[in-house]
């Protein structure tokens, strides 16, 4: 298990950046890794991960989020060209991984609190 902590939501306009962060309470270089988002009403979704070695991202994000890691203990999700629709509680994950798909949420067993992002239009 390792905790987590998620910094850097807030509220933009549509077309602003925000970059999230997630401190780890432990080295997470042996950790898959994973942002997710959870709207009202709706299913936790992955957003982006790094897992495996690979990069991964939901079709809705790709070229405009970012996800990286300074290999050691945090881990960013930098956000461009925001849209209405991105508005949703983000979430880091951890895990060890279970040979299944990156944006599974039963890979990830460390989850942090949650930091808001709403995007107006």
């Known amino acids: 298990q390792v905790l987590l902590v998620e910094s850097g939501g807030g509220s933009v306009q549509a077309g602003e950046s925000l970059r999230l962060s997630c401190v780890a309470s432990r080295y997470t270089y042996n950790f898959n890794m994973g942002w997710f988002r959870q709207a009202p009403g709706k299913e936790r979704e992955g957003v982006a991960g790094?897992?495996?070695?690979?990069t991964y991202y939901a079709d809705s994000v790709k070229g405009r989020f970012t996800i990286s890691t300074d290999n050691a203990k945090t881990m960013y999700l930098q956000m461009n060209s925001l849209k209405p629709e991105d508005t949703a509680m983000y979430f880091c994950a951890a895990g060890a991984g279970y040979g299944g798909r990156w944006n599974n949420v039963k890979e990830y067993t460390s989850w942090g609190q949650g930091t808001q992002v709403t995007v107006s239009s």
């Open positions: 790094i897992y495996t070695g690979g």
